[in-house]
C-alpha cells in the first residue's frame, strides 16, 4: 500500500470537517465530490451556491458536502466580532473586519478558530502567501514552536530513495531566506512531520548546501554550518549531518567519499534547502522530471492545520492534500 492510500484509509477512519475556500474552482469541486465519495472527510466548501454550480462544469455530485457562502452565513457576525477583537490592536475597524471575515480564505481560519471545522486546504488558485497570511494571523504558531514552515511530503517510484522512496523536503513554500535559527527549527519540525505523516521511522536528516564539510567557503556556507551545530544542540537524539552537498546525503558512495562515517550521508531520508528558493525549485525538479508525488506544502508549527497546494496541482493532489490535514487534525 502506498503512503497515499495510507493516509486516506487514516483520514477514513477520523472522519474530520475540512473546509475549502476555493470553492468555485473546478478542481476543488471535483475534489471535493471525491472526498464524499470516498468518505475521506466531510468537506464544506466555500462560495456563492450559483458561482459554485457554475463552475461545477462537469456535473460531479455534490450531495455529500456542505456548501456555505460567506456573505450570506449566519455565522458571518460573530466571526467578524471574533476577527475585530482578535485583531484591534493592528488598527482594524469592526467594519473593516466584517469585510475582512467575508472574504473565504478568512471565514475558512475563523471557522476552525471557533471549532466549526478542523482542518483548512486552500492554494489552487490563491498565491502561498495569500493562502497562509490569513491562518498566520489567527490560528497562529502551536505553544513553544518558534515559527511556522512547509514541507513536501515525496513519494517516489523509486524504492530505492529515502524510505520505501518516501522523502521529506523543507521549506520548498513559506520561509524565504532563514535564518541559521530558523533553519535549525526547521530541521526539528521537518523531522516531526516525517515521523509522524510520512512514516518514516528514523529520520536522517541532511542539511543542504553547495559545499560538503568545508569544501567551499561562502557566508551562505557558514549558515548551513550554523543552523546544522544548532539543531544537534536542540535535538542531540537526531541523525543530523551537514553541510552536505544533494549527491553526498544522497550517494552512499559519494556520501562516504566527502563526509566519511556519517551516519547520515548516502541515506538522507529529510532534506533541509538552505532558503525558499533551492527548496522550491528542488521539489519542482524531483516533482517533474523525477516523477514524484509531491504532497503538500503541508504546514508545520501552526496551531490548527492549514495546508496549501501548488496553483499547478491536479485534483487528485487536493485529495491527498485534504487525506494528509484530516490526519493532522486528529492530533490537535
Ligand atoms: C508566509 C508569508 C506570506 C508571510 O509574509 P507576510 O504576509 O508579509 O507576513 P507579515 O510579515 O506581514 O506577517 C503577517 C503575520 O504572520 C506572522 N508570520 C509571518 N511569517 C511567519 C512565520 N514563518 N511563522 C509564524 N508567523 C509568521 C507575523 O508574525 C504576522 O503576524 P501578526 O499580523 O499577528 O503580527 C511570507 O513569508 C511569504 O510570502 N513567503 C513566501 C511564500 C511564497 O511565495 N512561496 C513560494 C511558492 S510556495
Ligand atoms: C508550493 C508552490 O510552489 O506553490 P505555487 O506553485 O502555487 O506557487
Known amino acids: 500500500m502506498s503512503l497515499m492510500d495510507k493516509i486516506k484509509e487514516k483520514a477514513k477512519s477520523v472522519q474530520k470537517n475540512i473546509v475549502l475556500p476555493e470553492g468555485s474552482e473546478p478542481r476543488t469541486i471535483e475534489a471535493a465530490a471525491k472526498i464524499a465519495e470516498q468518505g475521506i472527510a466531510h468537506v464544506i466548501l466555500l462560495g456563492d451556491e450559483k458561482e459554485i454550480e457554475a463552475a ?15 456573505a450570506t452565513s449566519p455565522k458571518l457576525d460573530e466571526y467578524a466580532n471574533m476577527f475585530y477583537e482578535m485583531r484591534k490592536s493592528k488598527g482594524i475597524t469592526p467594519e ?36 497562509l497570511r490569513p491562518a498566520l494571523q ?47 527549527a526547521i530541521a526539528i519540525a521537518s523531522a516531526d512531520s516525517a515521523k509522524a505523516l510520512a512514516g518514516i521511522d528514523d529520520p536522517k536528516i541532511a542539511m543542504l548546501s553547495f559545499s560538503t564539510k568545508n569544501s567551499a567557503k561562502h557566508e551562505k556556507v557558514d549558515k548551513v554550518v550554523e543552523a546544522t551545530r544548532l539543531a544537534k544542540e536542540m535535538a542531540p537524539e537526531l541523525n543530523i549531518d551537514g553541510e552536505l552537498q544533494a549527491d553526498a546525503a544522497l550517494i552512499e558512495a559519494v556520501g562516504q567519499l566527502k563526509s566519511p562515517g556519517s551516519k547520515v550521508a548516502g541515506h538522507a531520508n529529510v532534506l533541509i534547502f538552505p532558503d525558499i528558493q533551492a527548496g522550491n525549485i528542488g521539489y519542482k525538479l524531483v516533482q517533474r522530471l523525477g516523477g514524484a508525488d509531491a504532497i503538500g506544502p503541508v504546514c508545520q508549527g501552526l496551531a490548527r492545520p492549514v495546508n496549501d497546494l501548488s496553483r499547478g496541482c491536479s485534483v487528485e493532489d487536493i485529495v491527498s492534500v485534504v487525506a494528509m490535514t484530516a490526519v493532522q487534525a486528529q492530533s490537535f
Not at 120 to 127: P, R
Not at 150 to 156: A, D, K
Request: charged share 20%; proline share 5%.
Open 138 to 184: 489567527v490560528i497562529k504558531t502551536k505553544p513553544g514552536v518558534p515559527i511556522v514552515s512547509s514541507c513536501f511530503i515525496m513519494e517516489h517510484p523509486d524504492t530505492k530513495w529515502g524510505q520505501d522512496g518516501v522523502m521529506v523536503f523543507a521549506d520548498c513554500a513559506v520561509n524565504i531566506d532563514p535564518t541559521a535559527e530558523e533553519l535549525a
Open 56 to 70: 461545477n462544469t462537469k456535473k460531479v455530485d455534490l450531495s455529500g458536502a456542505t456548501i456555505i457562502n460567506p
Open 96 to 131: 473593516q473586519a466584517k469585510e475582512t471575515c467575508k472574504d473565504t480564505l478568512y471565514y475558512a481560519v475563523m471557522m476552525i478558530k471557533n471549532n466549526d471545522a478542523d482542518g483548512m486546504v486552500s492554494g489552487a488558485i490563491h498565491s502561498t502567501g495569500d493562502t
